[in-house]
């Protein structure tokens, strides 16, 4: 079993004529907490999409919890909770029964766990149609952790969350890890980071920039904001 619960080697994809991600590489340890970070079009999304399986690269491989993604993309998929940046929900159905829909279907899961992380409260039997963004990101979350999965990988999922979510989801990610799991976040809130990640991964030009401990984050504000929209 490998110590890595996410390794990308040498991945590229391109779209037509636009070469969006050239040869990344790095890993995310199990335990650990890594943050996913660079400006606009640098990437980022392109590679988190590889990595759910929703695309195919054109070079390289892709392992989650030791299973490649392209050869075993069912697999892959049980090992890994994911959460999107616009995540689709059943909207008929409360929080509740959409938890226990997706627990079901992975076989396993602690629903009243899952919905307890999300905070969601006597919400959790209300119809997510009538939720706001946070409440259903916060729903999105709890889908993706009820199986408590060995890697979680996150698309700006702390968007639309108001001070006290953003604590308890982070506090949940955090306890994720202490119990062996990893998490790959993929923000702009850089604050975030700074107070619960131990690495950065930073993308330019479809290219890994940087790989460093989080303490060294305050080095790459400058250039984030210069690369940025």
Known sequence: MTDAALVVEGVAKAFGRVQAVREVAFEVPRGSFVGLVGPNGAGKSTTIKMLAGQLTPDSGRILVDGVDVVADPGGARARLGYVPEEPSLYEYLSAREMVTFVSRIRGTGDVEAALSVAGLGADADRLIREYS?????????????????????????????????????????????????????????????????????????????????????????????????
Request: glycine share 6%.
């Open 133 to 229: 963004q946070g409440m259903r990101r916060r729903t999105a979350l709890a889908c993706a952790m009820v199986a408590k999965p060995a890697l979680l990988v996150l698309d700006e999922s702390l968007n639309g969350l108001d001070p006290p979510s953003t604590e308890r989801v982070v506090a949940a990610l955090r306890a994720a890890c202490e119990a062996g799991a990893a998490v790959l976040l993929s923000t702009h809130v850089l604050d975030t980071l700074e107070r619960v990640a131990d690495r950065v991964v930073m993308i330019e030009a479809g290219r890994v920039a940087a790989d460093v401990p989080a303490d060294r984050l305050p080095e790459l504000r400058a250039r984030f904001a210069a690369g940025d929209d």
